[in-house]
């Protein structure tokens, strides 16, 4: 009895049959997410000093790295096995041979995997850890790249120079607790200080895992807080970095500036609020127009906030909101423009400025 043509099977991928595909030099790149030109902070473990570099060896023929701190040196499957805490060639393998796309290998199916040195940390687990009371959190910075410019310049019109002054940067790998892992190619950290404690947030735009947004500062941190003139007219507080950001890149620092809590339901402490007040002529609330829920709970957080304080609520108009499909300052300028977004924020606040002249009046 016949079965029919047998089936014809891939080749499981090996390491001379990758780099029959893709060089060791792409390897290196694709994981560290460029090529270092110099030494830099180790991506296998936390490190606070540049100690890790890849250099050509003329021995095997192939690049390898150097760890300096630990004295650790291998090629470049070899770092991909200890970057991921896989367990053996087979599993690097059949990683490299799936993050390439290469598909004339026999892939295996993904399995979990561990470490002999420290339980590996699953990203459902990874999760769970950050909705802990303070996460470690450290982050490998990249160099820019022509997306991130299209990204920030081409949606919100930032430039290199305003987003690392606002401490901005990219990265390619982040650690919590000091598990790494591989950040999208479009990722960032912002960067705060307070009280000594340097603390991140990951913004990965576009990533699908939920994991957009990776945080541990506490509720009292404010965003950018230490970009805040001494002294000035009017400050916004924003729902987001992102809207103060844009804000702040409309106008001289002392005329109009921004910044913003971590999160619309966030109370800030009444010596913050008596601080700012001491340092601002007017504090304006701005936070989003959440237009298209019943509750609109932006605005009910923004007057609430405004009750508390005293400062004065202001938002983007809800005609406009429904007509571009926006809520905030950022998705303002991304669908129409800067100029018309600065003339409306002039707009908003001389009429809620002469709003408080009538109340005193009638």
């Not at 991140?200 to 990776?214: A, G, S």
């Not at 950001?245 to 109009?256: A, R």
Request: with cysteine; charged share 30%; hydrophobic share 35%.
């Amino acid at each position: 009895m016949t079965f029919g043509k047998s089936k014809d099977h891939k080749k499981l991928p090996n390491s001379n049959d990758i780099l029959s595909a893709v060089s060791d030099l792409e390897i290196f790149e694709m994981y560290l997410g460029g090529i270092p030109r110099k030494a830099i902070s180790s991506p296998l473990r936390e490190d606070s000093k540049p100690s890790f570099s890849l250099f050509h060896s003329d021995q095997h023929n192939k690049i390898f790295f150097k760890d300096f701190a630990t004295g650790e040196t291998g090629d470049c499957f070899l770092f991909v096995m200890r970057l991921f805490n896989l367990q053996s060639k087979v599993e690097t393998f059949n990683k490299i041979a799936s993050d390439f796309q290469l598909t004339q290998f026999e892939l295996n199916p993904p399995t979990s995997y561990s470490s002999p040195k420290k339980p590996y940390v699953s990203k459902s687990n990874r999760k769970k850890s950050i909705k802990s009371d303070r996460i470690r959190i450290s982050i490998r910075t990249r160099d820019w790249k022509i997306r991130d410019k299209n990204y920030w310049s081409g949606k919100y019109e930032l430039t290199k120079d305003q987003l690392e002054y606002c401490n901005v940067f990219p990265i390619s790998h982040y650690f919590i607790n000091g598990y790494c892992t591989k950040a999208d190619d479009l990722a960032y950290a912002f960067v705060e200080e307070k009280d000594g404690i340097q603390t991140f947030k990951i913004y990965q735009p576009f990533n699908q895992n939920d994991e957009k947004w990776i945080n541990n500062n506490d509720f009292s941190t404010w965003e950018l807080w230490t970009q805040l003139p001494e002294k000035g007219d009017i400050l916004i507080i924003t729902s987001s970095r992102k809207d103060a950001m844009v804000i702040k890149s409309l106008f001289p620092s002392e005329t109009i500036t921004a910044c913003s809590l971590q999160s619309e339901g966030v109370n800030p402490k009444m010596s913050v609020i008596d601080e700012l007040k001491g340092r601002f002529k007017e504090i304006f609330v701005l936070y989003d127009n959440d237009y298209t829920n019943d509750k609109n709970p932006g605005r009910n957080a923004g007057q609430k906030l405004c009750d508390m304080t005293g400062f004065l609520q202001i938002e983007i108009p809800t005609d406009i909101c429904r007509q571009y499909g926006i809520k905030d300052p950022s998705d303002y300028l991304d669908a129409i423009s800067s100029p018309e977004l600065k003339h409306l924020l002039v707009i908003l606040i001389k009429e809620r400025l002469r709003e408080e002249e009538l109340k005193q009046i009638i």
